[in-house]
């Protein structure tokens, strides 16, 4: 049996010294502790998402490097195929449109294409390649010169989007394109041929 003194004037009971709040000091608190749970799990739901965005932002840009990898390894085997036009300096390209020519011409016309032939039509669809948009936005490729015959640099670059210090990791790198790092990315590749 609970004894309930008189005396207590603002609904507080008392049962074995124990105070208890009544319902009209209580009523807003759970309420409160409603707001701030609904603000913690809307936090938690935008860390949450923006882990998501960067996760898939980063798997993008991974397929860019894997394309241009691919491309620049495709670029080393057509040189290797035609050593001699390597060697001979026919697989320069230094500009970052697409080299002229027709990349079907020594597939098509049924006829033996020589070395320097097959170079042009080799660099056309490399080019090409590069500069499609569904594989690599903005994509160009260089193939330099370096050092003693059959001694280049092939480089492929696009536009990503990248943070500040990645923009200075590459500034400091002299294989990409002339230094032109801003919202570019790029994969060079020392490449011998003999």
Known sequence: MVKVDSRCSAGVARSGGKKRLSSKT????????VLVTL???????????????FGLQQSHNT????QADLMLRDMVDRMRANSGAA???????????????????CEDSGSECNSTQMAAADLAAWTNQ????????????????????????????WAEKQTQQERDNAQDNATCIDGEMQQRSCLALNVFIN
């Open 26 to 33: 209580t009523r807003g608190f759970t309420l409160i502790e």
């Open 39 to 53: 603000c913690l799990v809307a936090i938690g739901f935008l860390g949450v998402a923006g882990l998501q965005s």
């Open 63 to 66: 397929y860019f490097r894997t």
């Open 87 to 105: 060697f001979a300096g026919n697989y320069v390209h230094l500009d970052d449109a697409p080299a002229g020519g027709d990349p079907q011409a």
């Open 130 to 157: 590069v500069a499609n948009p569904q594989l690599l936005p903005q994509g160009r490729g260089r193939i330099n010169p370096v050092g003693p015959p059959g001694s280049y640099v092939i480089t492929v670059s």
